[in-house]
């Protein structure tokens, strides 16, 4: 069986500019940039909708206002980094598809001023050692610069490569951080749900043992566990099951059938709103792992190409289009948990 292939679209531009000497057929090339902007903005409704939470989450005091403030600062910051790998990718599409090199180099001078902007003041919001890559960007856009006024645009593109394999890096060591809020968030709701599933259950308990049993009131424990047996939880984290243990010979009446039955709504209303909690947690990992996905593909593809450039060897096009989709249909069934 032929593996599929797992690199990111956000650089596959690098592996079309080996192709010099052959054509892209235009299907494939349209392909290619079509899921690449899929991709792209993908990751930038994933952070948006990071930034609309933490705004959401704030309470208006001191200590929420500073944690607002740097939470956003990152999320801006990734979104430059994102900002700056579109930009080579388009100065790399141009080149392949033989634009004109007046409009190549205008974006290899937004590509350099982004570095530059970025290395000096964004970097810092996502890594804490910056001073590795802040040597990388200085020394990359001073080449850069030197090759565009050269017009040896294709060494510009050379110089651009630890940089943006730099942002990558970045980005994947910063994963588990853009996601973290959603899920504080969620898990903040989470507590008091739980909470009060433990308070009904033992509502129900303490009413239901002021009753002498039969038929109706053995079908409703039987109805009132069955709905906690449905709480999105490791079995031994489930709250005990109603056992009956009368303590008075009440027998019982209609109103008491109702309120039986008023405490079992409640109850599934309860967990239905933590089931939907936790469905959204589970989305929000599968939505993490394959923006990881993206991102180690990516970092694994410059890898690749960096070596083929090294060695003068041929690079083809790699299909990604799956990857691409994947991500897309994680964020999409992660929204739809929300409507649950």
Do not use: W
Request: glycine fraction near 4%; proline fraction near 4%; charged fraction near 25%.
């Amino acid at each position: 069986m032929k593996r599929r292939s797992k690199y990111s679209p956000l650089l596959l531009g690098f592996l079309i500019i080996m192709l010099a000497c052959s054509q892209i057929p235009k299907q494939e090339f349209g392909n290619y940039v079509n899921n690449f902007n899929s991709a792209k903005s993908t990751t930038e409704d994933i952070i948006l909708t990071v930034k609309l939470i933490a705004e959401k989450d704030y309470d208006g005091s001191h200590e929420q206002q500073v944690a607002l403030e740097q939470r956003l600062k990152s999320l801006d910051a990734r979104l430059a980094a994102l900002d700056l790998i579109s930009k080579y990718n388009e100065a790399l599409v141009k080149l392949a598809s033989g634009t004109d090199p007046e409009a190549v180099q205008g974006n290899l001078e937004n590509l350099s001023e982004g570095l530059l902007s970025f290395g000096s003041t964004s970097i810092n919001t996502l890594v804490s050692n910056v001073a590795p890559y802040g040597e990388i960007f200085a020394q990359a856009v001073a080449v850069i610069e030197s090759a565009i006024k050269a017009k040896k645009f294709r060494e510009a593109i050379d110089a651009a490569y630890k940089p943006i394999q730099g942002i990558i890096e970045i980005l994947i060591q910063d994963a588990n951080d853009l996601f973290e809020i959603q899920n504080q968030m969620l898990g903040d709701q989470l507590d008091p749900k739980r909470d009060r599933i433990i308070d009904l259950r033992f509502e129900f308990q303490d009413f239901v043992n002021t009753l002498t049993p039969d038929g109706t009131v053995e079908n409703a424990i039987s109805d009132f566990n069955e709905v906690l047996n449905t709480m999105q939880v490791n079995p031994d984290k489930l709250p005990d099951p109603i056992v009956h243990l009368p303590k008075s010979s009440r027998s019982p009446t209609g109103n008491d059938y109702s309120v039986l039955t008023l405490l079992i709504y409640n109850t599934t209303e309860q967990i239905a709103g933590f089931n939907s909690l936790k469905e959204q947690m589970k989305a929000i990992e599968i939505v993490k792992i394959e923006y990881k996905k993206v991102l180690v593909a990516t970092s694994q593809a410059f890898t690749q190409i960096n070596f083929a450039i090294q060695n003068k060897q041929r690079t083809l096009p790699i299909d990604f289009a799956v990857d691409v989709l994947n991500l897309r249909k994680a964020y999409i069934q992660l929204q739809e948990s929300k409507q649950k």
